[in-house]
């Protein structure tokens, strides 16, 4: 069975604080993508990554950076956590056969900056 | 540039009658479309795709969707709601050599 699993369910941190979500897969997939969600704005795509070391700006970049050493794995870094930030963050990846590929969503977690 | 529409940010229905969830898309070329479900606090679950092989396409759940090109529609479908398929929808389209598109997103309520 696919798994995409992220670090926290929920997260609870404070101005100005620098926050790492960190996101692994195991299935091998090139592709891994962070988004936050926000109600009534759906998904956002904030960055993602199509090799290790490589990393492409999304929709809405400011703010976050990222980081891929390995294949498995996708960090999504605040480097200065401010309560706008606060949302749910979803990681997914996804393979490269094409585009009937599934992207595949971890569980969510749930940012709050105090 | 890509796009999905979902008429409806919020539906309701009653337990036991029919589930429709539109989707729209724009498309210049052959699309791929997705749609997955998010049950509360939880990531998005794929719940069915099509991919060229047949328009009506059986999902996960007892759900379905046709894809209707002179339309550009998606829309899902299930015949009997269940108190557990209140969620969150999705539709999505794959462009080729693109990133997903997903379309808003519409809350499903089922009522008793």
């Known amino acids: 069975d696919v798994k995409v699993t992220q670090s926290s369910r929920y997260l609870v941190k404070r101005t100005g604080e620098k926050v790492f979500l960190e996101c692994v897969q195991d299935m091998d997939h090139e592709n891994m993508f962070w988004y936050r969600q926000d109600p009534g704005l759906g998904l956002r795509l904030i960055y993602f990554?199509?090799?290790?070391?490589?990393?492409e700006k999304g929709d809405i970049p400011e703010g976050y950076s990222v980081s891929r050493e390995k294949k498995e794995r996708f960090s999504l870094i605040l480097e200065s956590a401010s309560t706008n930030q606060t949302s749910m963050y979803l990681c997914?990846?996804?393979?490269?056969?094409?585009?009937?590929?599934?992207?595949?969503f971890g569980p969510g977690t749930r940012l709050t900056v105090l | 540039a890509q796009s999905v529409t979902q008429l409806g940010s919020h539906v309701s229905v009653s337990e036991g009658a029919l589930v429709l969830l539109r989707c729209n898309y724009s498309s210049s070329v052959p699309p791929y479309l997705f749609w997955y479900v998010q049950y509360p606090n939880q990531g998005l679950q794929l719940l069915l795709k099509?991919?060229?092989?047949?328009?009506l396409v059986k999902g996960i759940n007892g759900f379905e969707a046709e894809f209707k090109k002179s339309e550009t529609s998606f829309h899902l479908t299930k015949p009997s709601a269940h108190m557990s398929d209140a969620a969150e929808y999705f539709c999505?389209?794959?462009?080729?050599?693109?990133?997903?598109?997903f379309g808003p997103g519409t809350r499903l309520s089922v009522l008793p």
């Open positions: 099509y991919t060229s092989a047949a328009t």
């Open positions: 990554s199509y090799d290790v070391k490589m990393k």
């Open positions: 997914a990846s996804r393979g490269t056969s094409g585009p009937t590929d599934t992207q595949y």
């Open positions: 999505a389209v794959s462009p080729p050599g693109q990133n997903f598109v």
